[in-house]
């Protein structure tokens, strides 16, 4: 007997959830587009060799790793960040540059499982590669910022460091320092003593001012809602001049977005170095940020009205109106069990959060009319069938 | 040293490919939604025992199963109907029905790699669970339909047929009168006497009539363009009622879309007998046969200009040339390297296939002015910015 369940740290995503995880999906393709931003996919799978060793041991561990039928070594997919690395070595000839591309695809890490944590998360990345300007870095900084405006946030903050300001300063302390909004200065200092290290570092770090880099960066994106902080930190191994992040006031949860400049990464495999300056957007946190403060549109449900039968020799007739509609471009569901009760096909429409009900029984048949019933309200009305079309409307 | 390649019988798609195939996936969803059906996703993994025995001795060969880090035993999709099986059995407290739901995701199978098999490939299905009614089966063809009308297909047919015009037949004989088209009356005939099988099982199904059940089907869908066909099987095991494919005209690869009734199957996890009824489309051919017809608009190119920066003291201008336009919503790329000459810039327009170079130079700057470049017929104007919106429009 098989268990009915869903894999450990996966998730089913019913309709509902499905049409919010579109509906934000759809939003950053259109900026992104406008942008000039391009779609690129890559394979769910690639040769282990491909991406063994570029997340460290912490990821090593936590790639979906296994042999094929052809005894072929595959992992699944980490991140789009080294996929992306291979497809620049490999099509170098085809590609534009800079190369602007988009990847919107899940990836897969066998992540301790807890809350807020998946085994199967969508990432969803732009970067542009081959560019050192800065106006590469403000077009990042400006794309992401469409992007959360668009989706419908109001009030939030776009902080930005440069790495540079870490030069000099130990990697365990920077560590420490990054912990400063969560811990406090306290809390800062007394760790930095606990591991023996100086405690002047944070001082040192916030002393700090914004670099030329981040001046000319500031000055071309020109936008009041980038703050400096000198103790952004990110992961610093990987990225070598902005990083940034965005916050949304009154989402606590973490930075929906985060990104920077890594000009020594995406080249590991056509063994040069290749600029480039992207970010990620934490998918699962946009949603669950748009959840909180309710900025999911209403009409995600995309069907109109349900076009009841009310018995099985009307059906017909009910099967003419759809069609009508249809054709005129409206979205209907036509009830799909002609033995079923007006009561259980008006509960049907209710489940599916479809607004209005079409009803033709024997009365509206003869008189070529037709009964609408507003779902939300309960109120219905008997209309000529010609007139359906703008009432829904 | 890494070898840099894609996995064997793995794909990656560079943006021009990307770009049709989201254009195809956005058409099919919009068709699918419009008569009510709604996405649904599940996991890339399942547990083995979950799909493990649904597909033949031939499926279980063909997935990709491995013990993950806690040694569970592991698939990756095979196909979406298992899985929405599954999702039927687990969630039957919460799911409408009847369940319209369509699923646009990649399934991987360890095929034995040639022209136009690949081990990861889009599935887009689209079936109606728990609905026995004719007018379901008419649904499911009307949808397949209107999605290959919507795609711009003009000339096909839709080949109907029922299982139980199969009735009595012995299941090889059945594979061999399917092949019909393919080797002809004489090549059936030769290859049932050669298997010992009675020839006159053919003229039994050419001679069979289309049952009660094509007949109300075909007498709600209305459709000219639906052909009864007594020789077409598909995959008998599966099927119990209609079967149905999609041919294009001029298209000689194959149908592009098929399904059917199949209501012996969905219950499987739930231990009773659920009613469905749906269709795949075959994702890559139909990507082919709109390459074949030209059916991809020329406009998948969403970017409509490429503002150049004509050198680093104007990039200011150049930017708010493009900030202006992008407000309007205008689709704007900027060139992102202010060190990069003219004639550079505009091979990267080229490349990227944008139609239009906005070019802000000196004089151009001095006069408030812009020079608008056609890339397709390289002819060229300047004209003063208040006019470039509208002469890009």
């Known amino acids: 007997m098989v268990k009915v369940q869903t894999l450990k ?9 499905a049409k919010k995880r579109q509906y934000v ?33 912490e990821g090593d561990k936590m790639m979906y790793r296994f042999e094929d039928l052809g005894k072929r070594k ?4 980490y991140d789009q960040t080294v996929p992306l690395a291979r497809v620049v070595a490999q099509y170098q000839n085809e590609l534009p540059i800079p190369f602007k591309r988009y990847q919107i695809q899940p990836v897969w890490r066998a992540e301790n499982t807890q809350k807020g944590r998946f085994r199967e998360f969508l990432q969803c990345d732009a970067d542009i590669v081959g560019s050192s300007s800065p106006l590469s870095d403000a077009e990042v900084i400006a794309v992401a910022t469409k992007a959360v405006e668009k989706l419908g946030f109001k009030n939030f903050k776009i902080i930005i460091n440069d790495r540079a300001n870490f030069a000099g300063v130990e990697p365990l302390a920077i560590v420490i320092i990054d912990k400063l909004k969560k811990i406090g200065k306290e809390g800062v200092l007394k760790e930095l003593a606990e591991k023996g290290l100086p405690t002047k570092s944070l001082d040192q770090i916030l002393e700090k001012w914004p670099t030329e880099n981040l ?5 071309v994106l020109n936008d009041s809602r980038v703050i400096f902080d000198s103790t952004l930190a990110r992961g610093l191994d990987y990225y070598t001049g902005l990083i940034f992040e965005i916050e949304i006031d009154g989402y606590t949860a973490g930075s929906v977005c985060g990104g920077g400049r890594y000009d020594k990464l995406i080249g ?26 309710k900025l999911f549109p209403d009409d995600l449900q995309t069907t109109k009205a349900l076009v009841t039968v009310f018995f099985k020799e009307l059906k017909e007739k009910s099967l003419e109106v759809a069609s009508k509609l249809r054709s005129n471009n409206i979205n209907i569901e036509l009830y799909l069990d002609e033995n079923s009760s007006l009561e259980k096909q008006l509960k ?13 029984g024997p009365e509206e048949a003869k008189n070529n009319s037709v009964t609408v019933k507003n779902l939300k309200t309960r109120e219905q009305k008997t209309i000529p069938q010609e007139t359906l079309q703008s009432e829904l409307q």
């Open 215 to 219: 001046k000319e960066i500031t000055k």
């Open 9 to 17: 740290g996966f998730r089913d995503f019913l309709p509902k959830e």
């Open 74 to 77: 595959v992992a699944l997919r």
């Open 348 to 360: 049907y429409a209710d489940q599916k959060g479809i607004p209005y009900a079409v009803i033709i």
């Open 268 to 293: 590991m495999f056509a063994n040069r170095d290749i600029p480039a300056v992207g970010f990620a957007f934490g998918f699962d946190r946009l949603l669950e940020a748009m959840d909180e403060l």
């Open 25 to 57: 999906i759809n939003t950053l393709k259109t900026v992104f587009e406008s942008y000039g931003f391009e779609p690129l996919e890559t394979p769910a799978l690639e040769y282990e060799e491909v991406l063994l060793g570029k997340y460290g041991e």
